[in-house]
């Protein structure tokens, strides 16, 4: 989880829980002038965009961009824009020029997949972390990895927010935060992490209430690898269809910058089958029964989907547990906003349920934070 605070009586941002749309809004503010300072439960930076590393069992490390498998832009929005000519300039940015399809489970055939083909379709390299990553380290952005927020505490004499630790540690006083966690202020943080939310939701009556009607859909990726390339599947990306377990499959293996020796794939569930398996199981992190039960599932269905598909030389499950938002909450202004107390929440929760939503959002909530702190 990530999010920046802004400005210490000295200029700091602070945002705990890293994310596209935190990462975003602190290097936008950091170019204004703005010191960050990020907080980030995790290892590393990326939420969905993050990619995960293994150890397969010959040693080997795997690579998995087990999130957003890659991101599409069709706002045409000058900033979003600009950003992807940096971030391509930067090498961190690139084309995926593979070919998609859709999958009928039922008649065991591929099927057009217009929507997909008609959009670039953009990767980080070499991974989908390398953006964010590269965000985190820019001059005025001081990034702070495995460092969990437990409190943000609003004070009302001083005019400043204090954040404390998940271990109790005092983590500074700050002139202003930004939020990209949706579950910041929402009960359900507490049902998975077992502690209260790090914000009351009376520090902020007039987002609090948007903030806990936010739907999301849960969802179980799989990562597999194969000690050789799948050449009888005519296509890097799957949509499935008519399917109760399976929603999608990507072949990472076929991004820029991978690995090409063997191949990577990594399965999406369907909604509705990550809400039976939490419906059984809870929201608290999901044991490694459910997890091999969850990945034996979908690849079960990968395999008996009749693509010839082999056994692979590794396989490993992850939750994603209210990462896909399933509704928007400020699409107007693209952020939340409370001016006096210096306060925004951007995330693509706020925008549209995707990697462009989240940098929307962050561009918002960065330029109303400029507007009080930048040059």
């Known amino acids: 989880m990530q999010q920046p605070a802004l400005r210490k009586p000295h200029h700091t941002l ?20 703005v010191s960050v300072t990020l907080f980030e439960s995790a290892r590393g930076p990326g939420g969905r965009m993050s990619q995960r590393r293994e150890i397969g069992e010959d040693g080997k490390e795997l690579c998995f961009d087990h999130g ?13 824009l600009s950003l992807l000519d940096e971030w391509k300039a930067k090498g961190l940015l690139a084309e995926w020029n593979a070919n998609f399809g ?46 969990g927020v437990g409190r943000l505490e609003w004070l009302e004499d001083r005019n400043l927010w204090s954040v404390t630790g998940l271990d109790g540690q005092h983590l500074g006083h700050y002139e202003g935060l930004v939020a990209s966690d949706k579950n910041i202020v929402f009960p359900r943080f507490t049902g998975v992490s077992g502690s209260p939310p ?26 597999l690898a194969f000690a050789e390339p799948l050449h009888l599947i005519p296509v890097k990306g799957i949509l499935f269809k008519h399917s109760e377990i399976l929603s999608c499959a990507f072949c990472d293996s076929s991004k820029i910058g991978r690995p090409v020796t063997g191949e990577n794939w990594v399965l999406h569930s369907s909604a509705e089958y990550a809400r039976g398996i939490i419906s059984q199981t809870g929201l608290q992190k999901p044991s490694s ?14 395999q008996s989907s009749g693509l010839a598909v082999p056994q692979p030389k590794f396989l490993k499950a992850h939750r994603w547990g209210s990462a896909f938002p399933a509704a928007s909450i400020a699409k107007e202004e693209k952020c939340l906003w409370v001016k006096k107390k210096r306060v925004a929440i951007c995330g693509d929760f706020c925008v549209s349920p995707n990697v462009e939503g989240a940098i929307l959002s962050g561009i918002a909530a960065s330029s109303k934070l400029s507007e009080i702190f930048g040059k």
Do not use: W
């Not at 055939?109 to 929507?115: M, R, S, Y």
């Open 14 to 33: 602070h945002s705990t829980y890293l994310y596209v749309s935190g990462a975003v809004c602190a290097s936008a503010l950091a170019k204004n002038g």
């Open 289 to 302: 029964a459910t997890l091999t039960k969850v990945a034996h599932d979908l690849f079960h269905e990968f």
């Open 198 to 223: 790090p914000l009351d939701a009376k520090s902020i009556p007039e987002l609090a209430a948007m903030l806990q009607e936010i739907l999301v859909n849960p969802c179980f990726a799989v990562m």
């Open 68 to 80: 957003a498998p890659f991101f599409t832009v069709s706002s045409g929005d000058p900033h979003v």
């Open 102 to 147: 859709a999958y009928d489970c039922i008649s065991k055939k591929f099927l057009p997949f217009d929507q997909e083909a008609s959009s670039k379709k953009y990767v980080g390299v070499p991974g989908m972390n390398s953006i964010c990553r590269a965000l985190c380290h820019e001059p005025g952005v001081e990034s702070k990895f495995g460092v």
